[in-house]
């Protein structure tokens, strides 16, 4: 018999605009997971509504969500690939969640505490409850595992104590579920000004877009930071130096990562032809993602139709849990 697969959940939000950060440190994770799990991978239409209630661009950005996801590898065969607010049972778990979970430690949350900081005008109720509307995306599955970044981890811990809770409180229903990642192959690509990674809200002329046209793909390689060169031979690398080859390690060939190796340590290196080839060589990667994006978007009855068969499957796996928490917790009246 078939051994039934391990689930993976994981939410992304939809604030458009991936780049080749995202790319290497999640998109490829999930890529791979896609494989090895049964995995529900959601747009987390819901969760921004805590802090962009103008709902204008909200379509535009799920759309573009799911279309750059899709392009960078992740099949909606299969997975299922669907958007928060399509499966009602989130908030019905949410709310049961809702009763567990303490004023105290919601507002001890570190992303609560920031966002009051920046917003402290709009400091509503699904703000504090964040946490626990993402714990429902999640063990909504039951799932095991859960693919996030760094900056998840205490609303994973979170999660955590929940599922425990209610297990606790009303029996045993859910796993508890723990951070995932193929740890080698998660890697940290480094912003073209040498200053930190790539990132959506810093220095977006340091940051390659998926989106980028061509001569904005190589305008910004070109401004890349570099210097003189090495005037000894065998030096080590600068930071921002190293920075580069780390990104040249992403798209170029070994030949070509070779050839500047050999130049730079024989001080022979002239960084401005390094970075026309770094640029050509990025071109040749995001080019043809940006088109298939750009197709996925012209094509809305496609979209419709994936967001619709991904509704399908997490609805399934979402009807069963809920059958399984309503007996649990005594709500089956008849
Ligand atoms: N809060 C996550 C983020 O900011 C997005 C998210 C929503 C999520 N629901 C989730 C992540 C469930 C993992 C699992 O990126």
């Given at each position: 018999m078939e051994k039934k697969k391990e689930i993976v959940m994981s939410g992304i939000r939809p604030t458009g605009f991936l780049h080749l950060g995202n790319y290497f440190g999640a998109i490829r994770n999930y890529v791979k997971m896609q494989e090895e799990f049964e995995c529900f991978f959601m747009v987390a239409d819901l969760h921004s509504l805590t802090t962009h209630?103008?709902?204008?661009?909200l379509k535009a950005n799920v759309h573009r969500v799911l279309a750059e996801n899709i392009a960078c590898g992740l099949d909606p065969d299969k997975v299922?690939?669907?958007?928060?607010?399509?499966?009602h049972e989130t908030a019905e778990l949410y709310l049961y969640l809702n009763m567990m979970a303490y004023k105290g430690e919601l507002e001890k949350t570190t992303t609560f505490k920031d966002k009051v900081r920046q917003n402290p005008e709009n400091v509503n109720a699904g703000l504090l409850t964040y946490p626990v509307l993402q714990t429902a995306d999640i063990i909504?599955?039951?799932?095991?595992y859960v693919p996030v970044g760094k900056d998840q981890e205490q609303h994973l811990e979170m999660a955590r104590t929940f599922a425990n809770r209610f297990n606790h409180r009303y029996g045993d229903v859910f796993p508890e579920p723990q951070a995932f990642n193929y740890n080698q192959s998660l890697v940290k690509v480094p912003s073209l000004d040498g200053a930190g990674k790539m990132s959506k809200s810093e220095n977006q002329m340091a940051t390659l877009y998926l989106a980028d046209n061509d001569d904005m793909i190589r305008k910004k390689v070109m401004k890349a930071k570099t210097d003189s060169?090495?005037?000894?031979?065998?030096t080590p690398k600068p930071d921002y130096i190293e920075n580069i080859f780390l990104l040249m390690s992403l798209v170029c060939t070994p030949e070509t990562i070779q050839r500047f190796e050999e130049d730079y340590n024989s001080c022979t290196i002239r960084y401005g032809d390094l970075k026309k080839q770094l640029a050509e060589d990025m071109v040749n990667f995001i080019a043809p993602i940006r088109n298939k994006v750009d197709a996925i978007l012209q094509d809305e009855e496609g979209l419709k139709q994936i967001m619709q068969k991904g509704a399908e499957k997490a609805n399934k796996s979402a009807a069963e849990t809920m059958k399984q928490v309503r007996q649990a917790m005594g709500l089956n009246y008849f």
């Amino acid at each position: 018999m078939e051994k039934k697969k391990e689930i993976v959940m994981s939410g992304i939000r939809p604030t458009g605009f991936l780049h080749l950060g995202n790319y290497f440190g999640a998109i490829r994770n999930y890529v791979k997971m896609q494989e090895e799990f049964e995995c529900f991978f959601m747009v987390a239409d819901l969760h921004s509504l805590t802090t962009h209630p103008d709902t204008k661009e909200l379509k535009a950005n799920v759309h573009r969500v799911l279309a750059e996801n899709i392009a960078c590898g992740l099949d909606p065969d299969k997975v299922a690939f669907y958007c928060q607010s399509h499966i009602h049972e989130t908030a019905e778990l949410y709310l049961y969640l809702n009763m567990m979970a303490y004023k105290g430690e919601l507002e001890k949350t570190t992303t609560f505490k920031d966002k009051v900081r920046q917003n402290p005008e709009n400091v509503n109720a699904g703000l504090l409850t964040y946490p626990v509307l993402q714990t429902a995306d999640i063990i909504l599955h039951r799932a095991k595992y859960v693919p996030v970044g760094k900056d998840q981890e205490q609303h994973l811990e979170m999660a955590r104590t929940f599922a425990n809770r209610f297990n606790h409180r009303y029996g045993d229903v859910f796993p508890e579920p723990q951070a995932f990642n193929y740890n080698q192959s998660l890697v940290k690509v480094p912003s073209l000004d040498g200053a930190g990674k790539m990132s959506k809200s810093e220095n977006q002329m340091a940051t390659l877009y998926l989106a980028d046209n061509d001569d904005m793909i190589r305008k910004k390689v070109m401004k890349a930071k570099t210097d003189s060169g090495p005037t000894e031979k065998n030096t080590p690398k600068p930071d921002y130096i190293e920075n580069i080859f780390l990104l040249m390690s992403l798209v170029c060939t070994p030949e070509t990562i070779q050839r500047f190796e050999e130049d730079y340590n024989s001080c022979t290196i002239r960084y401005g032809d390094l970075k026309k080839q770094l640029a050509e060589d990025m071109v040749n990667f995001i080019a043809p993602i940006r088109n298939k994006v750009d197709a996925i978007l012209q094509d809305e009855e496609g979209l419709k139709q994936i967001m619709q068969k991904g509704a399908e499957k997490a609805n399934k796996s979402a009807a069963e849990t809920m059958k399984q928490v309503r007996q649990a917790m005594g709500l089956n009246y008849f």
